[in-house]
């Protein structure tokens, strides 16, 4: 029963079908949560120690599944809060350990606010619009990007500086026939960083760390 339960775990080898396939006779499985984490950390580890450490290196080798922050960091601070009184099992204090070195490396990177007004740049499209925007995202100068034209290619570039996660607010000045799209770069990549800084040290020393 124990090694059923750990070959049912999810992994990244489990795709679904592909165009054109409408029977899939793979059986399914529970999609990976933190819950599910805990429970097998827990159940195997009643069973046998060893099965439990099978499930956590399973975790580690597939974080396209089992993603640190949003699964095995939760799952770490779940079972801190739920063993507070008992001996911590050998796979769980690996787990947190994992935890805490992912967290540790994070905080002890530089965390300092932008020195100009250069922005990433890491587009989702190249195309000759957003070049444009690129060019004013990379500029240590320029606070403030306009792009006067069709409502298709404004609504592009307002569309791909959201999904590229650029550091702007944008606006629509509606003087004027075509309207402008008014780009200004903000902080906003920094401020995350600043949350964030403050989440890990907090989760650090729920951790123990």
């Known amino acids: 029963a124990a090694l059923a339960l750990l070959a049912a775990l999810p992994g990244e080898d489990e795709q679904p079908p592909g165009p ?9 499985r529970e999609p990976a949560t933190p819950d599910l984490a805990v429970q097998a950390l827990t159940a195997l580890g009643r069973i046998d120690p060893a099965l439990a450490g099978r499930a956590l290196d399973h975790f580690i080798a597939h974080p396209a599944v089992y993603a640190m922050d949003s ?31 992912h967290l540790s490396q994070r905080i002890a990177e530089p965390l300092e606010p932008p020195a100009d007004l250069s922005r990433p740049a890491k587009l989702v499209c190249s195309c000759n619009y957003c070049q444009g925007l690129s060019r004013f995202l990379a500029s240590p100068l320029e606070p403030v990007y306009r792009l006067k034209a069709a409502e298709r290619e404004r609504g592009h570039v307002a569309d791909v500086a959201t999904r590229s996660a650029c550091d702007l607010d944008l606006d629509t000045d509606k003087r004027g026939r075509p309207y402008t799209l008014v780009c200004t770069k903000n902080r906003a990549s920094y401020e995350r960083r600043v949350r964030q800084r403050a989440q890990d040290l907090e989760y650090r020393q729920s951790l123990g760390g």
């Not at 054109?20 to 399914?28: A, E, L, Q, T, W």
């Not at 960091?73 to 805490?100: C, D, G, M």
């Open 71 to 101: 699964i095995l960091l939760p799952a770490a601070l779940a079972l801190r809060t739920s063993i507070r009184q008992a001996p911590e099992s050998p796979a769980v204090a690996a787990l947190r350990q994992s935890v805490l070195a």
């Open 20 to 28: 054109g396939i409408y029977f899939d006779s793979r059986p399914r």
